[in-house]
């Protein structure tokens, strides 16, 4: 037995390893194209490899999970044990969201930031008002975007 998992599913595993095209990105995705905007993905010559890059607009739009951007909602909680591990890991994340925020920004892109707890759990905004204010923010001369859930 020498390869149990398809192509197809190493290639999803590996994603999620990643952090790409989790299904939080997919729904903003999906949103936004049905909205019809276009867009490129995972730009790797942009600071952050950002999820989304819209360069009619001069934007980018991450995709975080809660968990492992340390997010300050209902979805991030401390794990139990490793309690060192874990604060460097995600404080590490944090440290290097921010700094990669203002690369971009001193670079002329506009950066929004949609968190999972917009689009799942208890918090979750309904999906047409997560693509209304990305498309709002889009059409905007603003720079920053911060899309999160209500808890
Ligand atoms: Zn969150």
Same mark, same amino acid.
Do not use: E, M, Q, S
């Given at each position: 037995m020498a390869d149990v998992h398809s192509r197809a599913v190493r290639s999803k595993n590996m994603s999620r390893i990643r952090g790409q095209n989790t299904q939080p990105e997919m729904i903003v995705r999906r949103g936004l194209?049905?909205?019809?905007?276009?867009?490129?993905? *995972?730009? =790797?010559?942009?600071?952050? =490899?950002?999820?989304?890059?819209?360069?009619?607009?001069?934007?980018?739009?991450?995709?975080?999970?809660?968990?492992?951007?340390? *997010?300050?909602?209902?979805?991030?909680?401390?794990?139990?044990?490793?309690?060192?591990?874990?604060?460097?890991?995600?404080?590490?994340?944090?440290?290097?969201?921010?700094? =990669?925020?203002a690369d971009l920004l001193n670079a002329g892109w506009r950066v929004a930031t949609v968190w999972e707890c917009a689009l799942k759990g208890r918090g979750r905004l309904p999906g047409e008002e997560v693509t209304g204010k990305l498309a709002t923010w889009l059409h905007s001369t603003s720079d920053r975007l911060d899309l999160r859930g209500t808890v």
């Open positions: 194209h049905a909205a019809g905007f276009r867009f490129r993905l *995972h730009d =790797r010559k942009l600071p952050g =490899r950002p999820d989304i890059v819209l360069r009619r607009y001069n934007a980018v739009i991450f995709v975080h999970g809660c968990f492992w951007h340390g *997010h300050d909602c209902a979805l991030f909680r401390w794990p139990a044990t490793r309690p060192d591990f874990w604060r460097d890991k995600i404080g590490g994340n944090r440290a290097r969201d921010t700094r =990669r925020t």
